[in-house]
């Protein structure tokens, strides 16, 4: 069975950094991508990154390009997004889902739980 959990969301000012963690179990992480999601009040879900776990190849959303930074530990089966210069735009509940692959057409197979990030101005 698929799990993922999310950890490392808060409350931070703008312009500060956190560092999400997803750590996966349940599958054999070498043969998906994983990436993060989020969504904010009243608005629909955004990809904002994602990565192959094999290959290590990383994809961002335009909005957080040179900002975030997605890693992954395949040995602890767990993936890392480091948000710097974080924005109150980047307030959003953020998940970490499981895909075949990053590309737009490969929508997202499972789904964490969510951590809250909060970037006050």
């Known amino acids: 069975q698929v799990h993922l959990v999310e950890s490392g969301g808060g409350l931070v000012q703008a312009g500060g950094s956190l560092r999400l963690s997803c750590a996966a179990s349940?599958?054999?992480?070498?043969?998906?991508?994983i990436g993060w999601f989020r969504q904010a009040p009243g608005k629909e879900r955004e990809g904002v990154s994602c990565?192959?776990?094999?290959?290590?190849?990383?994809f961002y959303a335009d909005s957080v390009k040179g900002r975030f930074t997605i890693s992954r530990d395949n040995a602890k089966s767990t993936v890392y997004l480091q948000m710097n210069s974080l924005k109150p735009e980047d307030t959003a509940v953020y998940y970490c889902?499981?895909?075949?692959?990053?590309?737009?057409?490969?929508?997202?197979?499972?789904w964490g739980q969510g951590t809250q990030v909060t970037v006050s101005s």
């Open positions: 349940g599958f054999i992480v070498d043969d998906y991508a």
């Open positions: 990565i192959i776990m094999r290959v290590g190849s990383t």
């Open positions: 889902v499981t895909r075949l692959s990053c590309s737009d057409d490969d929508p997202p197979a499972n």
